[in-house]
């Protein structure tokens, strides 16, 4: 069973008091850096480098146009690019236009990276039919939106014809946000439905983690979590491995 590491960037920086009112969320060490401009505690695009970089492995990461300028971090993601990790669409509904506004987040998006969007995660999993039909129309290969739970399956599966789907198995809102679990406890959940998963003979298992929680209490176990899958043997991999191997029909669906 393949492990495939993906990363949602909602946002890469936030106003000093918005930090300060979560104070808890944070070390104490990481606060006074963040409140000297030292270190901006919302940005860990190089943490999430070097956590992946240290056992060999890539993942997705997918990038919104709307929520922020992507001028900010176009180099770091341009070097990332280079480095063997996968960009994709972050992409964000308005119900108002959202065929137009599709479009132009995703030829944006290709024209500022120089890369073709290829895979899409919707911003706050927002996901139906005709999302998905629109999808298609427009050369998406595959989605990553729907919760494995929602499937039933963890597996890649084609979903609305031609889209290829890659459910999401765990995500860290949903354990820190949702179930208010503790770090020790969501460890203990993932390894749990790891191994439900590959009893029932699941091909893949998603991980989300966000980008800008790799600091924070609770998306700080992401550095752990990378390193016991590891150690455990799994094969780490980015979205479009598993979606060219089901394009080649070395795994099957
Ligand atoms: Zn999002």
Redesign the pocket.
Known sequence: MYIVLTH???SIKRPLRHVLSRWRRFTISDLIRHIFHIDNLYNNFDELISIEDSVGSRSTV?I?VQ?FSIDEIKDKLKTMIREGWEIQL?Y?YEPIQYEALFKMQKSYLESELDIKVQGV?????IINDSILKMFEKEGIIYDTTYRAEALNTYSPLYIHKKIIELPIAVMDADLFGRLHMSEEKALRYIFKKLENAKEKNEKIFVILF?QEALRMKGGRIYSDLVKMLYERGYELVRCIDIVNRVLKGEIKV
């Open positions: 949602d960037v909602d997918f919104p929520l972050h964000v995660r919707v911003h706050n999993l966000h």
